[in-house]
């Protein structure tokens, strides 16, 4: 699995591509937190990736549980049908704030 | 008595009249055969006003047409039906009034139709209403007098309109006693069908931590529940309320039950379950009716609750502290939306009772009177069930249903209930108990039978989590899924092996850990086995949804796409297998 941060408009997009699973889940985490931990907006990018796990979408929701206690938006973007797929089997499709651009994000 | 009849006119008419009116007047009374009464009137008509020939006919199809019910002379017509509006009998019911057509040839208003269809040769006509309290049903008509120029006269029509106005009072009586018998007879059936109703019901829990009751607020319900147990210890159960109340609800609530009933038996999963009910209901179900219900498996060895809500109240969840909660229907209604039994069907919540119990109400429970004015309401209900928590399952809805049924005001409502008790919670289950397990139904399976699709034995490291999905992947394909479900089934497996990873062998990367998959025709059998430390599958967490944290979700992911997941039973220090099973339709 691939990682790729970059800045855009004064958010952080964070892009994965590849498999999240337990094994490159330990980056993923580790990626989104640092990204959190910048106090700017962060937009995970799923557009890329094949396969997600719970360990993965466990990632997900603590980013986003640390950017809500710190007030920053976190924003799921260009969420793949694989991971789309899981999240609405863990009905986390309703909790994450899921957007189809960097635009639409950057608009909420 | 035919003698005296032919005798009209010859100085006795008052008591011959008398005569033909008290026998006609017998003959409706004592038949259950109208037909054979019409028959004799029309005869009896005929002859004592001397006529040729005569006819009887009645307003039939929503009053759209009179049809021939009996006639009497040469030309037999019974069958034909005109148009109600048609010819002089048409005239005649429409007005209410008698009419006589001296001369046919003289009369624009004969309808030549019949004599058309007859080859009957019609000169003369008499004709007077069967009606009664200024509503006729029918016609009396007389042709061609017997004597002189064949034609008649005023004086006949007078004659037939007596005698008509009897016949017509004869009749409606006993057209009124058929009916009566009619209306006993669908009592009788409605009573015979509330019968097999109640038949699929279950009659007794026989020692189950469920039980269940329904009381009907008419003969017939629109509510039903279910349980029974399965051959490895689980109880399946539901409780609904069929849209509606009278015999259209009966039908639906037979067809719903019975559907869950036998699919149950192939599908563990609630909510595809009620998926495939609802594609069923859609298909075939009329007038808009639809179904609100409850489904669930409830495992008493775990205290472990499934349940799939369409549209149903929400039912209560009570923890051993007296905490209420609701579970939400998440869903619409089966029947409504066919587009909705998507491949995972309907949301299915999962609930660890853990010494706890559970309540499902239709609605007739939460909005049933117990006063003048004053409903039960969900308060009633826990105030009910609180103080009598210490009793069985079967003492406290007891409660519930008679403090509405006995409340002395007549059901609005049919009234469901159904309940589930757990065991001690789990901290408080002994070893012992813990242990006697049900018998494995799967264990019975033989696999022998099965094809194995493929297998692999790897080491217990995260790196070769890829390797086992793409052997589950093109497994799945060759067992026949279709490709947007495969990843739920790789999903399923990872999860699986994860758990291995991290919790049986504590993240240690050196065990081994084993896939199978086996196909047996119409379902896919995934097997993950270890050589770990045996895990006891009652202290396996899942994860409570409402509780958004990490972690926590791999087990609810896995019961969440297949059909069943379980852990099979293994000799001590044999390491773990954990069974999946998904059912390829």
């Known amino acids: 699995m691939k990682t790729k941060i970059r800045e855009e408009n004064g958010a952080l997009i964070v892009s994965f591509e590849g498999d999240v699973d337990l094994q490159s889940s330990p980056d993923t985490r580790k990626a989104l937190l640092d990204a959190v931990g910048q106090g700017k907006a962060v937009f995970a990018d799923l557009s890329g990736v094949g396969y997600i796990d719970s360990s993965g979408v466990a990632s997900l929701v603590e980013a986003f549980q640390k950017a809500k206690s710190q007030n920053n938006k976190f924003i799921l973007i260009s969420v793949s049908e694989n991971a789309r797929r899981v999240l609405e089997l863990a009905r986390l499709d309703k909790v994450f704030t899921i957007c189809d651009s960097i635009s639409d994000a950057l608009d909420t | ?585």
């Open chain 2, 1 to 585: 008595m035919n003698e005296t009849l032919s005798n009209q006119k010859t100085g006795e008419t008052t008591a011959d009249i008398l005569t033909l009116l008290a026998e006609m007047g017998q003959q409706f009374a004592a038949t259950h055969d109208i037909g054979s009464a019409l028959n004799y009137a029309i005869e009896h008509i005929a002859r004592y006003v001397g006529a040729e020939g005569g006819s009887l006919f009645m307003l039939e199809d929503d009053d759209s047409h009179l049809c021939c019910r009996a006639c009497y002379g040469e030309v037999d017509i019974v069958g034909v039906c005109i148009n109600a509006d048609q010819g002089i009998v048409g005239h005649c019911v429409e007005t209410l009034s008698s009419e006589i057509v001296r001369d046919v040839k003289t009369d624009h208003r004969f309808h030549k139709g019949v004599d058309e269809q007859s080859g009957f040769v019609t000169r003369s006509i008499l004709c007077a209403p069967l009606s009664v309290k200024g509503e006729s049903f029918g016609a009396i008509e007389l042709i061609n007098k017997c004597s002189g120029d064949n034609l008649f006269d005023t004086a006949d029509l007078t004659l037939l309109s007596t005698l008509a106005n009897s016949a017509a009072l004869a009749i409606a009586n006993a057209r009124m006693a058929e009916k009566l018998v009619e209306q006993e007879r669908l009592a009788r059936e409605l009573e015979l069908a509330a019968e097999i109703q109640r038949s699929l019901l279950p009659d007794g829990n026989e020692g189950l931590p469920v039980w269940g009751a329904n009381i009907p607020a008419r003969t017939v319900s629109g509510d039903f529940f279910d349980y029974f147990e399965m051959d490895d210890g689980r109880i399946v159960f539901n409780l609904g309320d069929v849209s509606g109340k009278g015999m259209n609800a009966a039908l639906l609530m037979a067809k719903t039950i019975s559907l869950f009933r036998c699919l149950s038996k192939s599908i563990e999963h609630p909510g595809r379950l009620l998926g495939l009910i609802n594609t069923e209901i859609c298909d075939t179900s009329t007038r808009g009716m639809f179904v609100t219900m409850v489904g669930g498996i409830y495992d008493p060895a775990t205290g472990r609750l499934r349940i799939s809500n369409a549209g149903h109240e929400p039912p209560l969840v009570r923890d051993v502290h007296g905490n209420y909660r609701s579970l939400p229907a998440e869903a619409p209604p089966l029947g409504i939306d066919p587009d909705l039994t998507a491949k995972n069907g309907f949301p299915v919540a999962n609930v660890d009772l853990d010494g706890g119990s559970f309540y499902l109400f239709t609605d007739g429970v939460t909005e049933g009177y117990v006063g003048e004015g004053e409903m039960l309401g969900s308060d009633g209900v826990l105030k009910i069930i609180d103080g009598s928590i210490a009793e069985d399952i079967s003492v406290q809805l007891q409660r519930i249903v008679s403090i509405i049924s006995e409340s002395g005001i007549a059901l609005r409502d049919d009234l469901t209930v159904l309940g589930i008790s757990d065991g001690p919670p789990k901290a408080c289950r002994s070893e012992t108990m813990r242990k006697i397990s049900p018998p494995d139904k799967l264990v019975t399976k033989d696999m022998k039978k099965c094809d194995i699709l493929a297998s692999i034995k790897t080491c217990s490291s995260p790196d070769r989590l890829k390797l086992i999905r793409n052997v589950v992947h093109d497994g799945a394909a060759i067992a026949g899924f279709a490709r947007d479900i495969i990843p739920d089934i790789v999903l399923a497996v990872d999860e699986a092996c994860q758990n291995v990873i991290r919790h049986a062998y504590d993240g240690r990367t050196d065990g081994e850990i084993e896939v199978a998959l086996y196909s047996d025709g119409g379902s896919l059998i995934i097997e993950i086995s270890d050589q770990a430390p045996h895990i006891d599958p009652a202290t396996i967490k899942h994860r409570d949804l409402d509780d958004i944290r990490p972690g926590g979700l791999g087990t609810y992911l896995m019961e969440e796409t297949m059909d069943l997941v379980q852990y099979r039973p293994v000799a001590e220090n044999k390491g773990n297998i954990l069974r999946m099973v998904k059912t390829i339709f």
